[in-house]
């Protein structure tokens, strides 16, 4: 299984950006796909996740201006990021469970910067 996300840049503060993150390889069901995030000097944390239904957790600090979606035919997650802060400045790692097991993708940069 590999997890290619694209989308990340920089970006005022203020503005918005949307990231994606496709699945590929052997899979028959993705229960969970979502993002995780990793500012420098600071460990990972949960920005959002959804569930193959549609189920949705998402921290605190980002909601009201991230939004999380996913096409289950695509096997593809993405992330609406508005009104971005530069707090919000760090490499998205997008996530996926299959079969009870975790997977990783190789992180995209977000620079929030005026």
């Known amino acids: 299984v590999q997890l290619q996300a694209s989308g990340g840049g920089l970006v005022h503060p203020g503005g918005s950006l949307r990231i994606s993150c496709e699945a590929s390889?052997?899979?028959?069901?993705?229960?969970?796909m979502g993002w995780y995030r990793q500012a420098p000097g600071k460990q990972r944390e949960l920005v959002a996740v959804?569930?193959?239904?549609?189920?949705?957790n998402s921290a605190d600090s980002v909601e009201g201006r991230f939004a999380i979606s996913r096409d289950n035919a695509k096997n593809t997650v993405y992330l609406h990021m508005n009104s971005l802060k530069p707090e919000d400045t760090a490499v998205y790692y997008c996530?996926?469970?299959?079969?009870?097991?975790?997977?990783w993708g190789q992180g995209t940069q977000v620079t929030v910067s005026s």
């Open positions: 996530y996926a469970e299959i079969a009870g097991r975790g997977f």
């Open positions: 390889g052997s899979i028959l069901s993705i229960n969970v």
């Open positions: 959804i569930t193959r239904r549609g189920s949705i």
